[in-house]
């Protein structure tokens, strides 16, 4: 089975902090994925990245950034984290194979700001 | 623009009973679509995929039917049980290009003993 391991299951930062979310696959997929998750609102993509060193904006990307360094391992970085960035953050990854293929999503990671 | 959503936030069955979750789309592009399910506390997982050349897919209990000239995706779980009581939403994304996928707001599925 796909494992996608999302390294915080909850954290609470302060405003103006600098915050990482990490995220670890163990399939060798090269699409790996960042989304945050609010009432109402349904997943929205803020980051994507199909390569190493590679990214691409998503619907959401202002306020963040990411890192992906390593083909397993994806990361998001709240430059300067501020209250409207509370929220769940789930992290996916997907093959590329021919077509669009499945995501797999680890459990999230629930971000408070105060 | 784009947008995924269902028809009905929650959806109340009997233990045994079919359960029928209806999604629409609207973005006559898409030619992938998926369904997905959420547990209290977990992340999404996927139950079952199906592409725009087929109307119909089976799997374990679950049936996938996408009906392409409305624009509709509907989730079919046969012989409901207590731990399919969960969050359900579909997506839709297109084969080509980078693996996006947009995402419907999901219905929520109780299962009474």
């Known amino acids: 089975d796909v494992k996608v391991t999302q390294s915080s299951r909850y954290l609470v930062k302060r405003t103006g902090e600098k915050v990482f979310l990490e995220c670890v696959q163990d399939?060798?997929?090269?699409?790996m994925f960042w989304y945050r998750q609010d009432p109402g609102l349904g997943l929205r993509l803020i980051y994507f990245?199909?390569?190493?060193?590679?990214?691409e904006k998503g619907d959401i990307p202002e306020g963040y950034s990411v890192s992906r360094e390593k083909k397993e391992r994806f990361s998001l970085i709240l430059e300067s984290a501020s209250t409207n960035q509370t929220s769940m953050y789930l992290c996916?990854?997907?093959?590329?194979?021919?077509?669009?293929?499945?995501?797999?999503f680890g459990d999230g990671t629930r971000l408070s700001i105060l | 623009g784009e947008s995924v959503g269902l028809h009905l936030p929650t959806l109340s069955v009997q233990e045994g009973d079919n359960s029928i979750i209806n999604c629409a789309y609207s973005?006559?592009?898409?030619?992938?679509f998926i369904w997905y399910k959420q547990e209290s506390g977990k992340g999404p997982q996927f139950i079952i995929d199906?592409?725009?050349?087929?109307d119909k897919r089976q799997g374990q209990r679950v049936t996938v039917l996408l009906n392409k000239t409305v624009k509709h995706l509907s989730l079919q779980i046969a012989a409901t049980q207590p731990g399919d009581s969960a969050v359900y939403f579909c997506?839709?994304?297109?084969?080509?290009?980078?693996?996006?996928?947009?995402f419907g707001t999901g219905t929520r599925l109780l299962v009474s003993p």
């Open positions: 199906i592409r725009s050349n087929m």
């Open positions: 973005n006559s592009a898409s030619d992938y």
């Open positions: 990245s199909y390569d190493v060193k590679m990214k």
């Open positions: 997506a839709e994304g297109m084969n080509t290009g980078f693996q996006k996928l947009v």
């Open positions: 996916a990854s997907s093959w590329t194979g021919t077509g669009n293929q499945p995501q797999h």
């Open positions: 399939m060798d997929h090269e699409n």
